[in-house]
């Protein structure tokens, strides 16, 4: 089992910044490959990015795509996502995942609020 947990949401204007973080705990953080996913009020969760175990490889929505990075501390078992020139549209419950065997995403943490103003 591992335990995510989210943290960095928050109230920003449109061209801003926020940084994400997902603390894991529990299973070992370094062999799990990671993702973050959002979810707006009235849509289905939508996938933002991913990235590999090693952290070499990261894969990103087109929505996304120039704006937001995607990073892994394994030393300190979190993962992250900068979010660059937010848009309003952005706004969304944030959450961390974890796919352990490469089949789901099994772990996920409780989410945290992005809200972006206009």
């Known amino acids: 089992q591992v335990q995510l947990v989210e943290s960095g949401g928050g109230l920003v204007q449109a061209g801003g910044s926020l940084r994400l973080s997902c603390a894991a705990s529990?299973?070992?953080?370094?062999?799990?490959?990671m993702g973050w996913f959002r979810q707006a009020p009235g849509k289905e969760r939508e996938f933002v990015a991913s990235?590999?175990?090693?952290?070499?490889?990261?894969y990103y929505a087109d929505s996304v795509k120039g704006r937001f990075t995607i990073s892994r501390d394994n030393a300190k078992n979190t993962l992250y996502l900068q979010m660059n020139s937010l848009k309003p549209e952005d706004t969304a419950v944030y959450y961390c995942?974890?796919?352990?065997?490469?089949?789901?995403?099994?772990?996920w943490g409780q989410g945290t609020q992005v809200t972006v103003s206009s």
């Open positions: 995942a974890g796919d352990p065997t490469g089949g789901a995403y099994n772990y």
């Open positions: 529990g299973r070992t953080f370094s062999n799990i490959f």
């Open positions: 990235i590999t175990a090693s952290g070499i490889t990261r």
